[in-house]
């Protein structure tokens, strides 16, 4: 595999913005034709016109069965070889008895029933053709403790073992499976968790975040760019599946 990407068609999950964005700019720049699958039809549209005539856009709600097999029948004509399943929601910051049922369950329909919809949905034609390349996107928080995001948390964990325990399943009928950890990525959602510690804690928000950061053995977050070219990179190493990439500037070094 001299050029693991190029040629190759890549769909990618929550690919509307911030990670699934950059992720989906990296795949068009290997040579990978793209499609973006996300709810909001507007940044689907927005990002693919951004990436190029080779991106199409999708909605769809990974967590609904429904519409996971209307986007698998919209793309029955594309032969889907990379999927990245990245679509996720970060659920509530709170103290785990303070989190509401209805809170809970939307994170784990997110990020593990949508990775698992989406991969029954995408699996069976890359496990005809003995080929194919599943990454789902986990997190160094599936790793590590983080208190108040106990849901989000769980959430990552339990697609980290998704992981494992598919890549042996399906490894020998030739399909790859990895997960990519990023630790905190610069962006919107960050600022929002040090607003939010910064109330809760009684200092600034620069306080919060350097109290963050400087867990890192590298003392800083990474950035989306990062885990655009990490996902590259993985898909470049053909005899890697079942291992998790941990990309968090050393947050559990």
């Given amino acids: 595999m001299t050029d693991p990407v190029r040629g190759r068609t890549a769909l990618v999950?929550?690919?509307?913005?911030?990670?699934?964005?950059?992720?989906?700019?990296?795949?068009?720049?290997?040579?990978?034709?793209?499609?973006?699958?996300?709810?909001?039809?507007?940044?689907?549209?927005?990002?693919?016109?951004?990436?190029?005539?080779?991106?199409?856009?999708?909605?769809?709600?990974?967590?609904?069965?429904a519409s996971v097999r209307g986007l698998a029948d919209r793309l029955a004509d594309e032969q889907v070889s990379i999927l990245v399943n990245n679509a996720g929601v970060a659920g509530p910051v709170a103290p785990l008895h303070e989190i509401d049922l209805a809170d809970w369950d939307e994170v784990f329909a997110a990020n593990v029933r949508g990775v698992y919809l989406v991969t029954r949905a995408f699996l069976p034609a890359m496990l005809e053709r003995a080929d194919g390349d599943v990454v789902n996107v986990s997190s160094v928080s599936g790793k590590r403790p983080l208190p108040r995001r106990t849901p989000y948390c769980a959430s990552k964990a339990a697609v980290l073992g998704l992981t494992t325990s598919l890549a042996v399943e399906v490894g020998p009928r030739g399909v790859r499976v990895n997960s990519l950890s990023p630790g905190p990525v610069e962006g919107d959602r960050m600022e929002r968790n040090f607003r939010l510690d910064a109330q809760r804690t009684g200092t600034s928000v620069e306080q919060a975040r350097e109290a963050f950061v400087g867990r890192a053995a590298l003392g800083r977050m990474v950035t989306a760019d990062e885990v655009g070219r990490a996902l590259v990179a993985l898909l470049a190493i053909p005899g890697m599946t079942g291992a998790d990439v941990d990309l968090s500037a050393g947050m559990i070094a």
């Fill in 13 to 65: 999950t929550g690919g509307g913005s911030g990670l699934g964005a950059a992720m989906a700019s990296h795949l068009v720049t290997a040579g990978a034709r793209v499609v973006l699958a996300g709810r909001r039809d507007g940044p689907l549209r927005e990002t693919a016109q951004q990436l190029g005539p080779d991106v199409r856009a999708e909605v769809c709600d990974v967590s609904d069965p």
